[in-house]
């Protein structure tokens, strides 16, 4: 005989589901307070456009949209208001797990681009601010190139700032696929690299031999990685004829020009004026220009104040496109001596315009020694504290024009060739030849400083 219900026993069973609802709803809203806003959107947004849902709410950006092509192109979009506020709190997340989740999304669908399985992690502080700060200095143009490079090969490429447990937990939910760590070797709030490598209490650590430090050196231990510059970089070349005589001084901070140490400093404070006065003898329009900041703090600047060498014409601080635009109008870049192996030369050799490289009184220690090897008139190799060298190569180049230059090993290709070759090498077997020499007591590694108190000492894969 089937049951029947009463009419207060079918208001007691819909009260109870109420109920249960009410308290399930609680429970949702108790975790969702403990989750900042824009995790919560990172971790829908990104698949909303790829997967469907979402309603009105969010409408598919181009770069969403392009995910539903034959390869999945795992670069997630930056047009919500979540990102652009993240990005100094914790936008490197939200951008690295966005790709993790793309990449499942595009595994699922058998739609990955061919390499996006194997994976690089960047954690270090100059790539950081180079895509999320805007910074355009050496090692975030480095950094940038790197991964602009790997993207275009179908990599995927996850960026950690400099935290290394943050790159840790990354690497624990992938490790097969990790191929290369790329970082700092000293992190974010005193994090060491080494804390999170694999040893016997800790096997799911990263292995050594995935770990790779940036750098710079001559020393055959180093594996040459270098940078490109933008295929489309000519198009920002403008006819010799054109440019006024100008100069342009390489350094963006006053310190360059006040506070580099004797050894470092090639130009006295008076050379600027002087060649500035002699050069307006045969070209009234000359000129000495830099885009240059103090970097110091408010309270130092007033404590100390601090001015340029008379003779230069400061512009203040200038945007990328600034630099290009004023650098491309010139007929010189003008070195101080430092920083040294800055990408501006090269990029000024690209522009047409060539480089005054400052060396010592042996001309042993070139301010860009790889520049140096190319020679008049491209680089004007110039001895530190010769003002008749100084002048004199000055006014050659005010005469001279030269064929925008971009060096064979920094052409795009050049550059994903060898990102190809470092992701796909068998860095493990080569470790282990290393490994069994550490064994047997030879040590055959360079390493830049002794290992910290305290570090371990490497004896397994």
């Known amino acids: ?56 709410r969010h409408q598919p950006t181009p770069e ?22 993240s990005t100094t709190r914790g936008g490197h997340m939200w951008y690295s797990e966005a790709k993790l989740r793309a990449l499942a999304a595009c595994s699922a669908r058998g739609n990955c681009a061919p390499n996006a399985h194997k994976i690089a992690i960047f954690s270090t502080m100059h790539c950081h601010k180079a895509y999320f700060d805007g910074y355009t200095g050496g090692e975030g143009v480095w950094c940038k190139r790197m991964v602009d490079s790997l993207e275009r090969q179908g990599y995927t490429v996850l960026l950690t700032r400099n935290d290394h447990e943050y790159t840790y937990h990354l690497y624990r939910q992938i490790p097969d696929l990790v191929k290369a760590v790329i970082l700092d070797p000293d992190g974010y709030q005193g994090q060491k690299y080494t804390d999170y490598m694999k040893r016997p209490n800790l096997p799911d650590g990263i292995p050594a031999w995935k770990g790779r430090c940036r750098g710079r050196g001559d020393n055959g231990l180093f594996t040459y990685i270098g940078y490109s510059l933008e295929h489309d970089i000519g198009k920002r070349h403008v006819p010799f004829e054109q440019r006024p005589h100008r100069v342009y001084v390489l350094g963006k901070y006053l310190k360059f020009f006040t506070s580099l140490p004797s050894d470092v400093k090639r130009w006295p404070d008076d050379f600027y004026q002087r060649a500035t006065d002699e050069l307006r003898q045969r070209w009234p329009d ?36 600034q630099f290009d635009e004023t650098l491309s109008n010139s007929r010189l870049l003008l070195g101080v001596g430092w920083p040294g192996l800055s990408p501006s030369p090269w990029r000024s050799l690209a522009l047409g315009v060539p480089f005054l490289n400052p060396g010592d009184a042996n001309g042993r220690m070139w301010q860009h020694h790889t520049v140096s090897k190319v020679g008049e008139p491209y680089s004007y190799n110039v001895h530190s504290h010769n003002y008749t060298e100084f002048v004199t190569s000055i006014a050659k180049a005010m005469e001279t024009p030269i064929e925008p230059y971009v060096h ?50 490497i004896f397994e894969l």
């Open 1 to 56: 005989m089937a049951h029947s219900w009463s009419g207060r026993q079918r208001a007691r069973l819909i009260l109870a589901f109420c109920l249960a609802l009410i308290c399930v709803g609680l429970v949702q809203l108790v975790f969702i307070s403990q989750v900042d806003r824009p995790t919560i959107s990172a971790m829908t947004r990104p698949f909303e456009g790829m997967l469907g849902g979402g309603g009105d």
């Open 64 to 85: 969403e949209e392009v995910m539903t092509s034959e390869h999945e192109i795992l670069k997630p979009s930056d047009s919500d208001w979540d990102y652009k506020f």
């Open 286 to 321: 000359f000129e000495i220009v830099g885009g240059i900041v103090d970097s110091r703090s408010e309270e130092d600047q007033k404590k100390t104040p601090q001015t340029l060498p008379p003779g230069i014409r400061n512009l203040g601080k200038l945007t990328a496109d």
């Open 408 to 457: 064979p090993l920094m052409e795009a290709a050049a550059l994903d060739k060898r990102m190809d070759d470092f992701m796909n090498r068998d860095w493990r077997s080569e470790a282990a030849e290393i490994l069994e020499e550490r064994k047997r007591g030879n040590e055959t590694q360079f390493f830049v400083s002794p290992p910290r108190a305290g570090a371990p000492e």
